[in-house]
C-alpha cells in the first residue's frame, strides 16, 4: 500500500521480528452514535429493504467455519457472519455481502487476492464497490483494521509478551523516540475512511450507510489475561487505547461523512471474559467456533442490532 501502514513492523534487536500473517486480521468496536448505551443482543427487526449491500474485512467477513461458502476461500465469508444475520432482520430483497479477510479500503475499488499464512487461495475478490447499486438501499461497512495491520501489532506484542509477560516492550516499540507510530497510522487512514464513505453515498445515494467498530479484545480497565490473550500486562492499556483511538477515529469519520457509527465497546465484553460473556474469541475458540480475536455468535447479533437500529 501506498499510504503509511505498521506493516512489517520490526522488533527490537532481540530477535522477535514478526512474521506476517494474513489469516487472523482485525479489525475492531460497537452501538450507535445515534443510539443509546446497548443491552444484550436482540432481535430488533427494521425494513423491509430492497437491497442491502456488506463491505468490509474479516470482522464482516467470518462466521462459523462450518458456513464459510467458499466463494473464495480465501475471504472466510460465512453465512452465518453479521450481514446475513442484518439481511434476515431487515428483510432484504437482495442480499450481496462481498466482504473479504484482510480487505482494506484500497479493496473498495481495486481486487483483492485472499491469502491464508500469505499464500495465496481462492482467486480474486472483485472490487467490493462493484456490488453498489443506484438502488442501493442500506450499505454496511467494517474497514480501517487492516489498514493499519492490526493483526502485525497483535502479533510483535505477543512475541514481546513471551520474553516478558509483566513487560511494556511493546509499548516502548511502537512508542520509540517519542512518536506513536500506531497512532499516526489511525490518522492516516481517516481521509481514506472517509473517501470511502463519500464514494458509497455517490454510488448508492438512497442507501443508509453503517460503519461497524470493532469488538474490545482487552478489558475496558486495561486488565490483561496473559496467556489467554497473549499480551504482556504492562502493555494492555497500551493496545487497549489503540483499539479505542481506532474506534474514535472511525465514528468521527462517519459522522462527518454523513453515516452511521455501530459501535460495539461494551464494557466486560471482551475476550478475556469467560465463554459466555464474552463477545470477541481468545486465542483458541471452540474448534467450530468462529477466529481467534473476531466476534462469536452473540458478538456478531450485538453488532447487527447496532446497524439494524439505522434503518428504523
Given amino acids: 500500500m501506498s ?32 443510539v443509546g448505551a446497548a443491552g444484550l443482543p436482540g432481535e430488533a427487526a427494521a425494513g423491509p429493504v430492497h437491497r442491502y449491500v456488506a463491505l468490509g474485512d474479516s470482522y464482516a467477513a467470518v462466521g462459523s467455519w462450518t458456513r464459510m461458502n467458499g466463494n473464495p476461500v480465501g475471504c472466510l465469508r460465512a453465512g452465518d457472519n453479521y450481514p446475513a444475520d442484518v439481511a434476515r432482520r431487515v428483510g432484504a430483497a437482495q442480499f450481496v455481502d462481498v466482504t473479504c479477510s484482510a480487505a482494506t479500503t484500497e479493496h473498495m475499488t481495486r481486487p483483492q487476492v485472499p ?5 495465496p487461495v481462492g482467486g480474486l ?3 467490493q464497490f462493484d456490488a453498489l ?36 516492550r511493546c509499548t516502548d516499540h511502537f512508542t520509540a523516540g517519542g512518536v506513536d507510530r500506531i497512532a499516526a497510522d489511525i490518522d492516516a487512514v481517516a481521509p481514506k475512511i472517509g473517501a470511502v464513505l463519500d464514494d458509497i453515498h455517490a454510488r448508492s445515494p438512497r442507501a ?16 490483561s489475561c496473559f496467556p489467554q490473550i497473549p499480551v504482556a500486562a504492562g ?32 464494557p466486560g465484553r471482551d ?42
Fill in 3 to 34: 499510504q503509511p501502514h505498521c506493516g512489517n513492523y520490526e522488533a527490537d534487536n532481540d530477535g522477535m521480528a514478526p512474521r506476517r500473517r494474513s489469516l487472523v486480521r482485525l479489525v475492531l468496536s460497537a452501538s450507535l452514535v445515534a
Fill in 133 to 168: 447499486t443506484p438502488d442501493t438501499d442500506l450499505v454496511s461497512a467494517t474497514l480501517g483494521g487492516d489498514d493499519i495491520d492490526f493483526s502485525d501489532i497483535l502479533q510483535a506484542c505477543a512475541r514481546f509478551a513471551f520474553a516478558d509477560p509483566r513487560g511494556h
Fill in 271 to 312: 475476550a478475556c471474559q469467560p465463554a459466555g460473556a464474552n463477545w470477541l474469541n481468545p486465542v483458541d475458540p471452540h474448534p467450530l467456533s468462529t477466529w481467534p480475536f473476531h466476534p462469536n455468535a452473540t458478538g456478531q447479533a450485538f453488532i447487527a442490532d447496532r446497524i439494524v437500529e439505522a434503518v428504523r
Fill in 235 to 266: 502493555d494492555a492499556p497500551y493496545l487497549r487505547d489503540v483499539q479505542r483511538r481506532l474506534n474514535d477515529m472511525l465514528a468521527a469519520t462517519a459522522a462527518q461523512h454523513g453515516s452511521h457509527f455501530a459501535d460495539p465497546d461494551v
Fill in 115 to 119: 491469502n491464508l499464512y500469505g499464500v
Fill in 125 to 127: 475478490n472483485a472490487p
Fill in 208 to 223: 443508509t450507510v453503517v460503519l461497524a467498530g470493532y469488538l474490545p479484545i482487552l478489558p475496558s480497565d486495561g486488565g
